[in-house]
């Protein structure tokens, strides 16, 4: 996910997940794992069929996910990364190897649909752009030689920064230092192939940079006004179909119009520094929940009406070692201990789906919360994992552990794991919810609700 991109001009980012009605678009999950708390792969596959999603992203082809996957009835995106490019780009011999070790091995038993080559490759600090094209013809070439080429698609995600204008969305283009070097090549071969064009589209980066031109409820799906683009008279009701328009325009102004597109990516996260406008479980609810609903229930888009939205969300986990903001590390549907981070149906209907699983209690969702974050201790890790994670807390972390003693207002209720998310909340916030502050070794996680155990009150930091 790049978060270099945002000018007005900007109003653009899109998302995935599996369930399909006749006519309706599909709906995957991107399962990121930048993370060293996540449960096992077979778990996660337990966890993705319980519900109902049968389309997965992947950014590796790490072999224990890919074996955890087989005869599964999900399908699965498999990733390149960046760093490999250069390599694909210079050596047929390194490519028929990768897809040998890493897609052939696996395949039928995993149903590997597509490979993403690379991923937001314009905007990689490792210059690798001028590799992209080499790259993806060359992983054709070897999947051909497994007579794979007809099952597997292969695409590159890209970010819309790559646009230089998004808006209207009648007026997007790519940015022209792009365009004959890389751009026309690479649709030129997606058309040759009948692939997708992949885009990651975040409407709430263009929300965030520009909350004062931007309606929240345009950028929620929620009910609004609407958008008029000025070039063409077509009506928006929704910030994610301007942005893919602006992508459908950006290609037809290039010679592209048959190109068709999915979202590779998009979300919303619960929780954000300060200044991240909008960061909230609330709306991140709104925006995921009004998504499958649109996905699920719409057509296409103005530009397009007949070719129905394909979208991966991003993401199945909050991730805790990933860098940046705060929103960073908090994009995910789920916590590490499978436990929702908010309510989203993975269905048409508009009632969330029955959740069996015990939360970590929390109050009531309100909007003063919104953008505020705690930390709170995994009740799945050993009672060790979390007593030396309290006593490191109470005692060389300088959390204030006053009010878990005997006799004071956090003391009840009286258990380990109660006692450790204060301890674990309270070190979190002295140390300005900085990123790595609550982990103590996988036995914390950060949650978007205040916790309430008995009467105790979770301090906040504000």
């Known amino acids: 996910m790049s978060l270099c991109v945002l000018s007005l001009l900007m109003l653009s980012s899109f998302s995935v ?22 449960p096992p792969p077979e778990k996660v596959v337990e966890l993705l069929k319980s519900q109902g999603i049968n389309r997965v992203k992947l950014y590796d082809t790490d072999s224990s996910v890919l074996a955890a996957l087989a005869n599964s009835g999900i399908k699965v995106v498999v990733s390149l990364p960046n760093e490999h490019l250069s390599a694909a780009a210079k050596d047929q011999s390194y490519t028929d190897a ?3 070790d890493n897609v052939k091995k696996h395949t039928p038993a995993t149903d590997i649909e597509a490979i993403a080559v690379g991923n937001e490759v314009f905007v990689d600090p490792g210059n690798t752009t001028a590799y992209l094209v080499p790259a993806m013809k060359n992983v054709r070439s070897s999947l051909a030689k497994f ?7 292969i695409s590159s995600p890209l970010a819309l920064s790559a646009l230089a204008n ?22 030129n071969f997606l058309r040759e192939t009948s692939s997708h064009l992949m885009v990651n589209a975040y409407p709430f980066f263009a929300y965030a940079a ?18 008029v683009d000025s070039g063409n008279g077509l009506k928006y009701e929704n910030l994610l179909d301007a942005q893919i328009d602006a992508v459908f325009a950006a290609m037809s102004a290039v010679g592209f119009n048959d190109v068709k597109v999915v979202v590779t990516e998009t979300g919303w996260p619960s929780a954000g520094d300060e200044n991240e406008i909008g960061a909230g479980s609330a709306n991140a609810a709104a925006y995921n929940g009004g998504l499958v609903k649109r996905v699920l229930t719409g057509n296409g888009t103005p530009l397009k009406p007949k070719e129905p939205l394909d979208v991966y969300l991003f993401a199945l986990f909050n991730e805790n070692q990933k860098t940046g903001p ?8 789920f916590y590490p201990n499978e436990n929702k981070v908010y309510d989203v149906p993975f ?36 009672k060790e994992k979390l007593q030396e994670g309290l006593d490191y807390a109470c005692g ?46 996988g036995a914390a996680y950060v949650v978007s609700q205040p916790p309430k155990y008995g009467k105790c009150e979770f301090p906040t930091g504000h």
């Open 396 to 441: 060389e972390g300088g959390a204030d552990c006053r009010p878990i003693q005997k006799g004071a207002t956090c003391y009840d209720p009286e258990s380990l794991e109660a006692h450790a998310s204060y301890a674990f909340n309270s070190y979190y916030q002295k140390n300005a919810r900085g990123a790595g502050t609550c982990d103590f070794g």
């Open 147 to 153: 007579n794979l080429d007809e099952s597997i698609k």
């Open 210 to 227: 520009n909350a004062d031109k931007i309606s929240l409820e345009y950028a929620l799906f929620k009910e609004n006004a609407g958008n």
């Open 326 to 333: 705060t929103s960073e590390r908090n994009y995910g549907l």
């Open 347 to 382: 269905s048409a209907k508009s009632a969330p789906v029955d959740d069996s699983k015990e939360n970590v209690p929390v109050k009531s969702p309100s909007s003063t919360h919104v953008g505020q974050t705690w930390c709170v201790a995994n009740g799945k890790t050993s």
């Open 98 to 100: 990768w897809v040998q």
């Open 166 to 187: 998004s808006y209207p969305p009648s007026a997007g283009s790519f940015k022209p230092d792009l365009i004959e070097p890389v751009i026309k090549p690479m649709l």
């Open 17 to 38: 997940i599996p369930f399909t009605l006749a006519d309706s678009g599909m709906i995957g999950v991107n399962y990121g794992r930048i993370a060293n708390n996540l």
